[in-house]
């Protein structure tokens, strides 16, 4: 036989079984299009907010919602400093409800009258979040939440979770670009501190009611301390942290990364490590479909899916 002829036989046969294997391979989830008018970034969805601080975004706190079996935990959206549950989550929001979970978005740590939340103590606002999660249980007769959280809603979350009986209620804590140990702010605070205006200035702050801005950059703040002081997760719990290379606020951005202790499981994923193509930042990474596809295989391991990447760029995401 020709030698052309069997390099043909090869080739044709090399392109089946490909085919083959991508056929049954998984395919990656569709992330359905924002409604219209829906806000696309934290910016239009704090304008939008504005005159209602306390709005919910579509498709979560619909308290009539009960878990499927696929879905047991429904998932509690935590958003971060100076944010607020509208702005954070009107873009993953609608989109867990499409994927069939029972979704809340809780907003904390001000109040109710105040656009910028997330400001106050945040043990205290901790026991915020465990109520709310104690109402979203007995709603819907569920065990146990997933939590999903930006930023301090990261951090606050594992506080909850680790330290003030969250254990026994919460299966997962996802961080997007969670402030898990303290930040630099871009080297911000370690220039301000060298000068000596950072801490008159969060003395200040403190004062005012936003002692959150200070407890996340400083290493030796209580609030580390017992977040991390006794380790960093507790058995039983999933942990999964997502973290942008270009974040501008939690850096260096590995300070979004914990080590799983006994009993539980911890997953640090870096995102361009995943799309090299995806620019997101702090701001931007809530409104990351490519984020929403790795919030979605974190939130069901048993169904992984590849990530269809998309170009993504600072505060405006896909």
Not at 25 to 49: C, K, Y
Not at 101 to 112: D, I, L, Q
Not at 140 to 154: E, F, I
Request: aromatic fraction near 8%.
């Amino acid at each position: 036989m020709p030698k052309w002829v069997v390099g043909l036989v090869a080739a044709v046969s090399a392109t089946l079984l490909v085919g083959g294997g991508s056929a049954s391979a998984a395919a990656p989830r569709t992330i359905p299009r924002p409604a219209f008018g829906a806000p696309t970034n934290l910016i239009t969805g704090g304008l939008a907010s504005a005159l209602n601080p306390m709005r919910s975004p579509a498709g979560t706190n619909d308290y009539s919602c009960r878990p499927s079996a696929a879905h047991p935990n429904p998932v509690v959206l935590v958003h971060g400093t100076i944010g607020n549950a509208y702005d954070s989550w009107s873009g993953l929001g609608p989109v867990l409800k499409s994927y069939g979970y029972c979704v809340f978005a809780v907003n904390y740590g001000a109040p109710s009258w105040s656009i910028f939340k997330g400001t106050g103590d945040i043990p205290t606002s901790a026991a915020e979040i465990g109520r709310f999660v104690d109402g979203v249980r007995s709603a819907t007769h569920a065990a146990k939440v997933d939590l999903v959280g930006h930023s301090q809603g990261g951090s606050v979350s594992r506080y909850y979770a680790n330290l003030i009986g969250g254990s026994a209620k919460v299966g997962k804590v996802i961080g997007l670009a969670p402030s898990n140990h303290a930040t630099t702010v871009s080297g911000i605070i370690t220039l301000g501190r060298f000068i000596g205006v950072v801490d008159p200035l969060f003395a200040l702050t403190s004062w005012a009611g936003l002692p959150a801005l200070q407890q996340q950059t400083s290493a030796g703040s209580t609030f580390y301390r017992n977040l991390n002081g006794n380790g960093e997760t507790r058995p039983g719990i999933s942990y999964t942290n997502i973290a942008t290379r270009y974040d501008e606020v939690v850096t260096p951005y590995t300070q979004a990364f914990i080590a799983a202790g006994s009993g539980a499981t911890v997953k640090n994923t870096t995102l361009q490590d995943v799309c090299g193509a995806d620019f997101t930042d702090h701001l931007g990474i809530t409104y990351d479909t490519n984020v929403y596809q790795l919030v979605l295989n974190a939130l069901d391991p048993a169904d992984q899916r590849p990530v269809d990447c998309r170009l993504s760029l600072p505060l405006f995401g896909t």
